[in-house]
């Protein structure tokens, strides 16, 4: 019998340029989570380093210890961990933006490389041109959950894409989450709106989690994690500041929705179609 309540841990962590101590902060953000009833705990993306070129190639050297660090807690917590994004040597100094899912035993059971790359100039700034320290992934999967059918994860930029998110609707997912670094301009714009609207699209739960906010970085995040119900309200928002906070969603309310709105029976397959191309 699936389960029907998850208790989802959200560690949105103030981010320092000591990437060691970023690792350790971390790690102990999900020792508090699993101690407040979480069953699986969100971190954000690049969670040990700011979003600035030399702090993510400086973050590869600790990427390994990191990998260790969660397998561990999700063992000695025996939950699932969603490890936010780490940057992942290709064997060449480019590293993926990958985030990985560890389960109760502490096996990697997911991983998903950040697909599109943010080569912006926003409004409001900071210019990023990720391209330059990160490989672009070419994979969209999903992975299985004790609380009714499956689960994705996808990396910040990714999120804007639509037909991401209608590919892993048609998967099946319930779940969606997003280890993302909206900077201040970015996520006052259209953070909490790109949550929202792609939990009305897959009507079903996205957990979205930001580092906090800290002005003293360069590119300055906006914070303001967010988990988004199936119609699209918001059931946390972590606001500004670092915390770590324990969200119980009822995943029933996805079949309810899906029963009274059914959203994606009513896709015309005859006019129109989204489906993953192929992978390399």
């Known amino acids: 019998m699936r389960k029907r309540y998850l208790s989802i841990g959200i560690c949105q962590i103030k981010q320092g340029y000591d990437i060691e101590k970023n690792l350790m902060k971390g790690l102990a953000m999900i020792d508090e989570a699993a101690l407040k009833g979480a069953e699986m705990v969100v971190l954000p993306e690049m969670f040990i380093a700011p979003y600035e070129p030399p702090s993510i190639q400086g973050a590869i050297y600790f990427t390994e210890m990191a990998i260790q660090g969660l397998k561990e807690k999700a063992a000695r917590h025996g939950i699932y961990i969603v490890g936010g ?8 100094g480019m590293p993926f933006n990958r985030a990985m899912v560890f389960d109760p035993k502490g096996a990697l059971i997911y991983s998903h490389d950040k697909i599109h790359l943010f080569d912006c100039s926003p409004p409001g700034g900071p210019r990023v041109k ?3 320290i990160i490989r672009p ?3 969209l999967d999903t992975f299985s959950i004790p609380w009714g059918s ?3 994860v996808i990396v910040c930029y990714d999120i804007r894409f639509t037909p991401i998110t209608q590919i892993l609707a048609k998967k099946g997912i319930k779940l969606l989450f997003v280890p993302a670094a909206f900077s201040l301009s970015t996520g006052k714009a259209h953070w909490e709106m790109l949550v929202r609207l792609r939990a009305v699209e897959i009507q079903g739960i996205v957990v979205g989690v930001q580092p906090a906010f800290n002005p003293e970085l ?9 988990v988004a119900s199936p119609w699209g309200d918001v ?8 915390v770590v906070d324990v969200v119980r969603v009822d995943m029933r309310d996805v079949d309810k929705i899906r029963k009274m709105f059914p959203l ?17």
């Not at 059931?235 to 670092?242: P, R, T």
Request: negative net charge; glycine residues 10%.
């Open 264 to 280: 994606l029976a009513h896709i015309r397959h005859d006019l129109y179609i989204t489906n993953w191309r192929r992978d390399p």
């Open 130 to 132: 990720e391209s330059e």
């Open 150 to 152: 499956r689960a994705a």
């Open 235 to 242: 059931l946390f928002d972590g606001g500004a500041h670092e």
């Open 137 to 139: 992934g070419y994979r």
């Open 218 to 226: 360069r590119y300055v995040p906006y914070g303001h994690s967010i």
């Open 85 to 92: 994004s780490l940057p992942y040597d290709a064997g060449d």
